[in-house]
């Protein structure tokens, strides 16, 4: 099984480039199953049901979130019947939606995605540590395949829960820095990891953000409003190659890709 994670999908520049790569890479990668990270999309703060919907359209299966889940109010009413859109496990019990969903692959095979979130340097959740293998536990008679999407600042948590899981899970991604870290690997046990997958969308910014709002926050100390940079998009991701009969990785690729690589790639499908 070959699945395609795809980091932090960052305004309209993110979802563009997203519309445009993601048919050329299910096609040319002869990918199973495509997971994204939405919780940026609409506008670099939050997600839509509008955008959610759009996104599934580009072929994405599943969809998974973080601290800005909530920063588009409408979510509330969407996400408790869209089982495709998570928010983190974490958050305490009768917060809507849910943190995991078990899918199918284009040929009929389960594959289990969860999303958690981290606590260092982040709002306080429950423990994702034992919360991640209360979903383990639940999704594992029907699926040996499962990916999870950890969403934190910090970096040695985010290794802590890559070694946590190993053996457990097919791979444990990160997001939320929205900057694409080199650290890919396969553990001892079969679990692929990236610290963190990166952004899919403008990166002539500061991590999505228009760099004179960011840069005047900084360098002033005074509140500025941040809104999403312009310009063309780049997708962060990685692609993972998974055993169906024992859920181990096989292998693991990294992805930075320009709007010129998408360009170059399957053109009869980029932009379908």
């Known amino acids: 099984m070959r699945i395609l994670f795809v980091g932090d999908i960052f305004g309209k520049p993110g979802r563009e480039i997203a519309r445009r790569a993601i048919p050329a890479l299910i096609e040319q990668e002869s990918l199973d199953y495509v997971i994204a990270n939405v919780e940026n999309s609409a ?10 919907d759009a996104i599934l359209g580009y072929g994405v299966d599943a969809m998974t979130t973080g601290n800005h889940v909530w920063d588009k109010k409408e979510v509330l009413d969407y996400i408790p019947r869209q089982p495709k859109l998570l ?19 284009r040929s009929g095979e389960a594959i289990g995605v969860i999303n958690v979130m981290g606590r260092i340097f982040m709002q306080p959740l429950d423990d994702p540590f ?19 999407d950890f969403h934190a600042e910090a970096t040695s948590e985010k290794v802590a829960m890559g070694w946590h899981l190993d053996g457990r899970v097919t791979g444990v991604f990160g ?41 005047t926050r900084f360098v002033t100390g005074m509140p500025a409003k941040f809104e999403s940079a312009g310009g063309p998009g780049r997708l962060n991701g990685v692609i993972v190659t998974a055993d169906l009969a024992t859920g181990r990785a096989t292998a693991i690729e990294r992805l930075n890709l320009s709007t010129a690589d998408v360009d170059a790639m399957a053109p009869q499908t980029a932009g379908r």
């Open 43 to 52: 506008a670099g703060f939050g997600v839509t049901g509008d955008i959610a």
């Open 130 to 148: 034992a919360v991640v293998l209360k979903e383990i536990d639940a999704l594992r008679a029907k699926a040996r395949v499962i990916i999870v």
């Open 175 to 215: 997001t939320h820095t929205h900057v694409q870290t080199a650290d890919e690997r396969i553990f001892p046990k079969g679990t692929a990891y990236l610290t963190d997958a990166g952004m899919t969308g403008p990166h002539d910014s500061i991590i999505g953000v228009t760099a004179e709002l960011a840069l």
């Open 87 to 105: 928010r983190p496990a974490n958050f305490p019990a009768g917060t809507p939606g849910r943190g995991s969903y078990l899918g199918r692959t």
